[in-house]
């Protein structure tokens, strides 16, 4: 059975759907959880409650577990940090969960709407990531996971708010997979689907029962524990199925001819290549598309 016995967990957004049960998951394999939770709507609008942090840390407690509640919002990622090393005295895990929507089509999408949604999803990911990536950094381990979205992967109407914030965190979970990889710091994003009060009016009639947050949560637990090395990994998880996702190039054309001036009948000449995904490509770093790129260059330089 993997355990996380000595280890400490944050995770944002712990008060309700996918955070709750990622916070009883890692509390049920021996760890001590930060359950945060500011508490609030689903659109961000209203009031706060300390009330669902406090019932998901009951909950943990009354079964053995080790827990303590933070009303903060992930905006204060600090402070949230700074609870996990009040109370247990480091932090090995963080799982940015925290979110909410404000879903409208593009034309009628305030500055509002737009701006609350970045904060709260990219920007707060990036305080709070960046708040625990010193105490990562100097202890030599960390495990950290950003919540991404297949309305980001793949587009979603009425969502262009939080898919851009979405595929925000695919980025940035991209690079600190390359700058935490020699301090033993391990970065994933996943996309999941899960039946929650964010979901729930959007999913269908037999949701509820095939796409529980329960089966999300055991990848997340995989993820975060020290046995699983890899990093810089996207994957999407709904229903029980895990899969892969990775970024698909089509082997394109080199449309410029040596020592003539490139232009826009090029570019039609040779369209079908261009978007042509019949043997495609799949860089997995900076350097492998560089050198490919490099390559088409020299290729068609000494053609001339
Ligand atoms: P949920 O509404 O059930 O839970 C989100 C929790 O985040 C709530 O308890 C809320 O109070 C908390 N929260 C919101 N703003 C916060 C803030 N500023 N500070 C601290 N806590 C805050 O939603 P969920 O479906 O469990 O979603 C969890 C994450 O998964 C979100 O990032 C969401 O975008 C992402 N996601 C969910 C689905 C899905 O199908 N449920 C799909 C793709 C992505």
């Not at 919002?73 to 996990?84: H, L, W, Y």
Request: aromatic share 8%; net charge neutral; charged share 20%.
């Amino acid at each position: 059975m993997l355990r996380f016995s000595a280890r400490v967990v944050v995770v944002t957004g712990a008060g309700n759907g996918l955070g709750k049960e990622y916070a009883l998951g890692f509390a049920e394999r021996g760890a001590s959880v930060v359950v945060n939770d500011l508490g609030g709507s689903a659109s961000g609008d209203g009031n706060h409650s300390s009330r669902p942090a406090d019932e998901v840390v009951k909950l943990i407690q009354s079964r053995g577990g080790k827990a303590v509640a933070d009303y903060h919002s992930v905006e204060d990622g600090k402070a949230i940090i700074e609870t996990a090393i009040k109370n247990f005295g480091r932090l090995d895990i963080l799982v940015n969960n925290a979110g909410i929507l404000r879903d409208k089509s593009f034309m009628n999408m305030t500055e509002q709407d737009w701006d609350l949604v970045q904060r709260i999803h990219l920007r707060a990911a990036y305080l709070i990531t960046h708040a625990a990536w010193s105490y990562m950094r100097q202890q030599k381990y960390g495990r950290i996971i950003f919540t991404t979205s297949t309305s980001g992967l793949y587009g979603n109407f009425g969502q262009a708010n939080y898919s851009a914030a979405k595929m925000g965190l695919v980025g940035l979970s991209n690079t600190l997979a390359l700058e935490g990889a020699k301090y033993n710091i391990t970065c994933h994003a996943i996309a999941p689907t899960a039946y929650s009060r964010l979901t729930q009016d959007l999913l269908p009639p037999d949701a509820e029962e095939n796409l529980k947050p329960a089966f999300v949560m055991p990848l997340v637990l995989y993820l975060c524990h020290e046995s699983c090395t890899d990093t810089g990994s996207l994957f999407q998880v709904a229903g029980g199925w895990i899969g892969k996702v990775r970024l698909e190039k089509s082997s394109g054309a080199m449309v410029r001819r040596p020592n003539k001036p490139m232009t826009v009948e090029d570019v039609r000449d040779n369209w079908k290549d261009i978007i042509s995904f019949a043997t495609p490509l799949h860089h997995s770093t900076q350097a492998e598309q560089v050198t490919h790129l490099w390559d088409a260059i020299r290729k068609m330089n000494n053609n001339n």
